[in-house]
């Protein structure tokens, strides 16, 4: 069956590095695009960047996390990759991966999440000194 599977959370000080990892299995990780979301305590869920499966362009960042978080993938692998630097107590959420429906991102209005079918458990990530 289809499993998403975090991994890599951890508590780091502000300023810090986290790398998360998200392992795929029971499809084929070339055919879809993958998210990342984020949930912090007291928060609604939160789309923080999604990546084409084709061309592995990341084609979405959220801007509060822009020039800090770098999303890549292996198809290979069946692994994709989360790399957080620069981190902010405001980065403190659990982080989920998921599979989108299409191959394909795309900005939609409403709630993202919508168009991803697939979810991991996800990984907390604490952000304090």
């Known amino acids: 069956q289809v499993q998403l599977v975090e991994s890599g959370g951890g508590l780091v000080q502000p300023g810090g590095s986290l790398n998360l990892s998200c392992t795929a299995s029971?499809?084929?990780?070339?055919?879809?695009?993958i998210g990342w979301f984020r949930q912090a305590p007291g928060k609604e869920r939160e789309e923080i960047s999604c990546?084409?499966?084709?061309?592995?362009?990341?084609?979405f960042y959220r801007d509060s996390v822009k020039n800090r978080f770098t999303f890549s993938r292996d198809n290979v692998k069946n692994m994709m990759y989360l790399q957080m630097s620069s981190l902010r107590s405001e980065d403190t959420a659990v982080y989920y991966c998921?599979?989108?429906?299409?191959?394909?991102?795309?900005?939609?209005?409403?709630?993202?999440?919508?168009?991803?079918?697939?979810w991991g458990h996800g990984t907390q990530v604490t952000i304090s000194s």
């Open positions: 998921a599979r989108r429906q299409h191959s394909f991102c795309a900005v939609v209005t409403g709630d993202p999440g919508r168009m991803y079918d697939y």
């Open positions: 990546i084409d499966s084709t061309n592995g362009r990341t084609s």
């Open positions: 029971g499809f084929t990780l070339g055919s879809y695009a």
